[in-house]
């Protein structure tokens, strides 16, 4: 299994700035993924990021808007750029189990921007 | 490419009651199934995965569910639930072949069970 904490747990952000995001995995892992999980809603998967390339986004999500780095493997971040209301939401960090049949969550951060 | 659709957005039964949380899939190869569990203001969590093998997987917290390949279905269960499974639960399915360690989810299913 792995342990995965983020920072902040949570945040209210003022419309038109910017947050980062903060992901530490207790071991090493390949993947990373970044979830958005909208109020009341499933989640979305918003990117995959691998250490030393660069991230994979998925259809309706842009690195200007949502850059990722991953420094080593057990780090990543993600921020969320130039905030409006629609992006408040829980951002879930996760990664895959050795050989992936199981993803492991971190306890998400709850953003809201007024 | 799948998509998972959970056919209850909301379950409420009484505690000590039988329970099952549906869960239809589509996809054109072999998945991998999944049923996590999120309390409120955490994390989601593993409650069982159906890999290969017997159709008939058993999880923690007394739950577990049925992969039918016929109908696509993997339909969660428990005998009799407690308090304190109210929660959300998500259905999930990953390829197989592609598997890269993400899963498709579906729209979650809120279980409420009351005194």
């Known amino acids: 299994s792995a342990v995965i904490s983020q920072k902040p747990s949570r945040d209210i952000c003022q419309r038109g700035t910017s947050l980062t995001i903060q992901c530490q995995v207790d071991s090493q892992v390949t993947m990373m993924f970044w979830y958005r999980q909208q109020p009341g809603q499933s989640l979305t998967l918003i990117a995959t990021a691998n250490q030393g390339s660069e991230a994979t986004y998925e259809s309706g999500f842009v690195i200007d808007k949502f850059p990722i780095s991953r420094p080593n493997l057990t780090f990543s971040t993600l921020t969320v750029s130039n905030m409006s209301p629609e992006d408040s939401s829980i951002y879930l960090c996760?990664?895959?189990?050795?050989?992936?049949?199981?993803?492991?969550f971190g306890p998400g951060t709850r953003l809201t921007v007024l | 490419a799948q998509s998972v659709t959970q056919l209850d957005s909301q379950v409420p039964v009484f505690e000590e009651a039988p329970v099952e949380l549906r869960c239809n899939y589509s996809?054109?190869?072999?998945?991998?199934l999944f049923w996590y569990v999120q309390y409120p203001n955490q994390g989601l969590q593993l409650l069982l995965k159906?890999?290969?093998?017997?159709?008939l997987v058993k999880g923690i917290n007394g739950f577990e569910a049925e992969f039918n390949k016929s109908q696509t279905s993997f339909h969660l269960r428990k005998p009799s639930v407690h308090i304190s499974d109210t929660a959300e639960y998500f259905c999930a399915v990953s390829d197989v072949d592609t598997n890269a360690g993400k899963s498709t989810f579906g729209d979650g299913t809120t279980l409420t069970v009351k005194p």
């Open positions: 996760s990664v895959g189990s050795q050989g992936y049949n199981e993803q492991f």
């Open positions: 159906y890999l290969s093998g017997s159709t």
């Open positions: 996809s054109s190869v072999s998945v991998y």
